[in-house]
């Protein structure tokens, strides 16, 4: 099977209407351009708050389905295509959670992703304080399904330091697994780890970051953007140049289940001996 997919590199700002007027268009854009599957930056409705610890910003959350994914859900329908919207979620028990959406072609929100992992980095050079504004995701790693024969995972920044969560969703049939992110660093590991995770596990990876400066945030970080696409054998097969852009690649299932069949990656697991990786306790 082959799709093509597109990744929407691009920047926001304090004016949370305008960023999901501005994600609504560079999703018809894609669309446009022959996109089945687009993929929009993490927390795509607003600034990444995560620099500080603001109480305020917490009213950024927005509940799913809700303005957002109605706005978003529009733009997939008239585009015909399947959108990973990442938003700041409210639930409605007033939980707060940093959630990518999967937006089926009629616009309706047919799963969600909870991001599992969350950070709290203080650091001069690196700050994410996101323990303050989000619960640690209780979803698990779901995969969702499209009438491509595409299946489609997600995980979300910083868990692409993990290898467990793309290993779960290629064991559960991914085809693709998306990265949304909003990072202004790590720059040096983000292609390896990425490329690794594609080989690891012998499927394609979309990393999408947002870039330049949050506008009217305050903040000076500089988000570096470099979203690409790497196929099963971590070749990078499409590639973002500086400032906002969309990046499309064509994936082909067809490559995975060959090298699949050729190295034996899957066929050679040993799960009975894996029992370290989910014992409790950590290092470090």
């Given at each position: 099977m082959k799709a093509?997919?597109?990744?929407?590199?691009?920047?926001?700002?304090t004016d949370r209407d305008r960023n999901v007027s501005r994600a609504a268009s560079f999703v018809r854009e894609a669309a446009a351009g022959g996109a089945e599957i687009i993929c929009l930056p993490e927390l795509a409705t607003s600034i990444y708050m995560c620099f500080e610890e603001n109480p305020e910003s917490r009213s950024l959350a927005e509940p799913i389905p809700g303005p957002g994914t109605e706005e978003i859900g529009a733009a997939a329908r008239d585009a015909g295509a399947y959108v990973v919207f990442p938003l700041y979620e409210r639930d409605s028990d007033g939980l707060l959670y940093n959630t990518a959406t999967f937006i089926d072609r009629r616009g309706e929100v047919v799963g969600k992703y909870r991001k599992n992992s969350i950070p709290d980095v203080r650091m001069p050079h690196m700050c994410g304080m996101e323990k303050f504004y989000f619960r640690p995701g209780n979803l698990g790693y779901p995969v969702f399904g499209t009438d491509l024969g595409i299946t489609v995972g997600v995980t979300i920044c910083f868990e692409r330091h993990f290898p467990e969560g793309p290993r779960i969703e290629a064991l559960a049939g991914a085809d693709v697994i998306f990265v949304p992110t909003a990072t202004a660093a790590g720059r040096d590991i983000w292609e390896i780890e990425l490329r690794g995770h594609a080989v690891a596990n012998l499927l394609w990876v979309g990393g999408v970051n947002r870039v330049g400066r949050d506008s009217g945030s305050g903040n000076?970080?500089?988000?570096?953007?470099?979203?690409?696409?790497?196929?099963?054998?971590?070749?990078?097969?499409?590639?973002?140049?500086?400032?906002?852009?969309?990046?499309?690649?064509?994936?082909?299932?067809?490559?995975?289940?060959?090298?699949?069949?050729?190295?034996?990656?899957?066929?050679?697991?040993?799960?009975?001996?894996?029992?370290?990786?989910?014992?409790?306790?950590?290092?470090?």
């Open positions: 093509k997919c597109a990744l929407i590199q691009m920047g926001f700002s000076e970080a500089e988000f570096y953007g470099e979203s690409f696409f790497s196929s099963p054998a971590g070749e990078i097969v499409a590639r973002a140049r500086a400032g906002e852009q969309v990046v499309q690649a064509e994936i082909d299932t067809d490559l995975s289940r060959r090298l699949r069949r050729d190295w034996g990656f899957f066929r050679d697991r040993r799960p009975e001996i894996f029992a370290p990786v989910t014992a409790g306790g950590h290092h470090g």
